[in-house]
C-alpha cells in the first residue's frame, strides 16, 4: 500500500539520519502504521512491524501505544477464531462475557473438549498480559487518533477481513448496547490516561479468565455447554433425548434446568497459585484506575477524549463527567481495596461477622455458588473485625444518579 510505503520510508530515514529530528519522525511514522494495520485488520503484520520499531527505539511512544492496541484487537481476534473454530452459536450467555463475542455461525466446527476451552481462555489471559506489558510506560505527550467504527479483525481466520468484522459490534455485543445508543462519532484521540484505563481492563479480563482456568469446572461444562457448542464431548448431552416439538415445556424448561446445573456443581480449585494471581489482577486494576484519572485530571486540552475530565466534553451525550463523580469514584476504589486486601470485611447475611475477601482468594476452596449463598462456604473465612456496608457505598454510588453500573463499566 503507498501510505504504508510512505510510513516505512518515513521511519527508515528518520533511523538513518540520526539528529533530532529523527525521533518525531519515527514517531509520525509508527502512529500512521498503527491506524493503517487497525483499519486494515492486518494485526499480525502491524504487530511484527510496531514491535521492530519500538526494539530500535524504546522511548518511541507512538509505537508502544500502537503496538499495545494492537496487541489488545489481537487478543479479541485469536479468542474469536477459536470460538468460531468450535461453532460457539446462539444463546449467548451472561455468564462469561467471552461467549458474547460477535462470532459467526461455523458450519463445520471441530469437536470441543473441556481441556480445548480451557486452554482458549488461558491463551487469552497470556494475549492481554502481552498487551498490557506493551502498553507499560505510555508518557503523558502520546495520541493515537482512531475511528472505533472502522477498526477491523479477522473474526473466522479465513485471512478475510469483511465489512461486519468489526470492533464496534464486540463493544455492541457485549456491552448489549444497541446500535442507535452508539454515538455518530466514534473518533477519539487516545493518550496517556486512556492507555492506563486498557492496562486495568486487560487486568480485569485477565483477573476473569485465570479465575475460569484455575478451577476444574468439567462437570459444569459437560452438563451445560452443549448449548453454546453443540459438537463437544459431553455424556451428559449425548443421553438426552431428542427435541421433542409438540413439547414446548421441555424446550424452555431444559435451558433453566441445565443452568441451575452449572452453578449447583461444585468447582475443585486446580491451580491455587493461579487463584491468588485473581487477587493481584484486581489490585492492578484499582491502581490503575487511580492513575489514569490522575492523568486525565491534568488534562488542559479537550481533544476528542475517550475518558473526559469535568472540563471536557464526554463522547456520550447523555453520560457527561463531573467533578463530584470523579471524586466518588476515586472513594469507590478506596472501598474495593480495603475489602480486597482483607482490611474490611464482606457481610453476609447469614451471619454477624464478615469473611475476608483476601483469604477467599489466597486460601481457595472448592467453589459452590449454593453454599455460598446459604452460607457454609463462607464459615472458614469469618473474622471479627469490620465490615463493608451500604452505608459505606450509598454515598459514592448516588453520585451517579441511578446510573452507577454504566459508569462502572465505563470507567473501569
Known amino acids: 500500500m503507498p501510505t504504508r510505503r510512505l510510513c516505512a520510508a518515513g521511519w527508515l530515514a528518520a533511523m538513518l539520519s540520526g539528529g533530532l529530528a ?26 511484527a512491524e510496531l514491535a521492530a520499531i519500538l526494539a530500535a527505539d524504546p522511548e518511541n511512544d507512538d509505537a508502544r501505544i500502537g503496538l499495545g492496541t494492537i496487541r489488545f484487537v489481537r487478543s479479541i481476534e485469536n479468542l474469536s477464531q477459536g470460538l468460531y473454530k468450535y461453532g460457539l452459536k446462539t444463546p449467548r450467555s451472561f455468564l462469561l462475557p467471552i461467549l458474547r463475542l460477535p462470532v459467526p455461525e461455523n458450519p463445520n466446527p471441530e469437536t470441543l473438549r473441556f481441556e480445548d476451552f480451557q486452554a482458549l481462555v488461558a491463551g487469552f489471559s497470556r494475549d492481554l498480559a502481552l498487551a498490557e ?35 464496534v459490534a464486540v463493544v455492541q455485543q457485549v456491552t448489549g448496547m444497541p446500535s442507535g445508543a452508539m454515538p455518530a462519532e466514534l473518533t477519539f484521540a487516545f493518550d496517556q490516561g486512556d492507555a492506563l484505563w486498557l492496562r486495568g481492563y486487560c487486568h ?16 459444569s461444562f459437560e452438563s451445560s455447554f452443549f448449548h453454546f457448542f453443540p459438537k463437544m464431548e459431553s455424556p451428559f448431552a449425548a443421553a438426552l433425548a431428542p427435541p421433542d416439538d409438540n413439547n414446548p415445556m421441555y424446550a424452555e424448561g431444559a435451558p433453566i434446568a441445565d443452568f441451575i446445573s452449572f452453578f449447583h456443581i461444585r468447582w475443585p480449585v486446580s491451580d ?22 490522575n492523568s486525565i485530571e491534568a ?6 477524549e475517550w475518558l473526559p475530565n469535568a472540563h471536557q466534553k464526554s463522547p456520550f451525550e447523555s453520560v457527561q463527567v463531573s467533578a463530584e463523580q ?6 469507590v476504589m478506596d472501598q474495593a481495596e480495603l475489602v480486597i486486601d482483607g482490611k474490611k470485611l464482606v457481610p453476609h447475611w447469614r451471619f454477624t461477622k464478615g469473611f475476608n475477601l483476601a483469604r477467599v482468594f489466597d486460601e481457595p476452596r472448592p467453589l459452590d455458588t449454593v453454599l455460598w449463598i446459604t452460607g457454609p462456604a463462607a464459615l472458614p473465612y469469618l473474622e471479627d473485625g469490620p465490615v463493608s456496608t451500604s452505608e459505606d457505598w450509598q454515598t459514592m454510588v448516588d453520585s451517579f444518579g441511578g446510573r452507577f453500573g454504566i459508569f462502572a463499566v465505563w470507567f473501569n
Open 22 to 47: 529523527a525521533p518525531a519522525l519515527a514517531d509520525e511514522a509508527a502512529n500512521r502504521l498503527a491506524v493503517e494495520h487497525l483499519y486494515a485488520g492486518t494485526l499480525a503484520a502491524g504487530d
Open 133 to 167: 506489558e506493551t502498553l507499560v510506560g505510555v508518557g503523558p505527550d502520546v495520541k493515537l487518533r482512531l475511528d472505533l467504527r472502522k477498526l477491523r479483525y479477522d473474526i473466522d481466520g479465513d485471512g478475510k477481513i469483511l465489512e461486519g468484522e468489526g470492533f
Open 204 to 219: 480485569v479480563l485477565m483477573g476473569f479468565s485465570d479465575f475460569i482456568v484455575a478451577h476444574d469446572w468439567h462437570e
Open 272 to 293: 491455587p497459585e493461579l487463584m491468588k494471581g485473581v487477587r493481584g489482577h484486581i489490585k492492578s486494576m484499582i491502581a490503575l484506575s487511580r492513575e489514569s484519572w
Open 299 to 304: 488534562e488542559t486540552d479537550d481533544d476528542l
Open 326 to 331: 470523579i471524586a466518588a469514584w476515586r472513594g
